[in-house]
């Protein structure tokens, strides 16, 4: 879809906007979305912008007791749209893709927390599930290993090295 304001680039910011029960929304680029202001502290919601510190404080009262090991400083702004942690925090969504990489050290806890994981993994599907499921146990018992090795847990390597071999030689892993 192309950006609704300037018609030439692809859109990758949607913005959502519900005022006295009137939904507007828009689809832009990063530079018409920066351009705009929409992520800037202009928004009709300015005045809640105080109520986050910052990511980790925002999220918080969500997972109580489990903070984010690391904070941004406050003044973090994403270069591409703008949009701040309190932006993010306030609407649940990243501006754009680099948000999850300029706000990757506060996102990241929260999204495994919440999902499990921080890898996008995909859907299955049937005729390639078993092969596929097979592929992926593999690549997962290797980042174990390879973690087993890095702390010296060499007992649970060798265990991993077995299970990775049968599971290589067509047998069933016993993960």
Same mark, same amino acid.
């Given at each position: 879809m192309l950006c609704e304001k300037c018609g030439k680039n692809e859109a990758n910011v949607y913005i959502k906007n519900v005022v006295n029960g009137k939904v507007t929304e828009q689809h832009l680029c990063s530079a018409c979305a920066g351009e705009s202001g929409a992520f800037q502290s202009a928004s009709p919601f300015s005045a809640m912008s105080g109520l986050f510190d910052g990511m980790e404080q925002a999220f918080q009262g969500f997972f109580p007791g489990h903070a984010a090991p690391r904070t941004l400083s406050r003044g973090t702004v994403c270069p591409v749209c703008g949009a701040t942690a309190q932006d993010i925090a306030r609407t649940g969504r990243a501006g754009c893709a680099d948000c999850y990489e300029i706000f990757a050290q506060v996102l990241e806890p929260v999204i495994r927390r919440i999902h499990g994981g921080a890898a996008h993994t995909g859907a299955i599907p049937g005729s390639a599930g078993a092969e596929l499921s097979r592929k992926r146990q593999l690549e997962r018992l290797r980042g174990e290993l390879q973690d087993a090795i890095?702390?010296?847990?060499?007992? $649970?390597?060798?265990?991993?090295?077995? $299970?990775?071999?049968?599971? $290589?030689?067509?047998?069933?892993?016993h993960a």
């Open positions: 890095r702390r010296e847990a060499f007992e $649970e390597a060798a265990r991993l090295r077995d $299970e990775i071999r049968t599971l $290589e030689n067509g047998g069933e892993a």
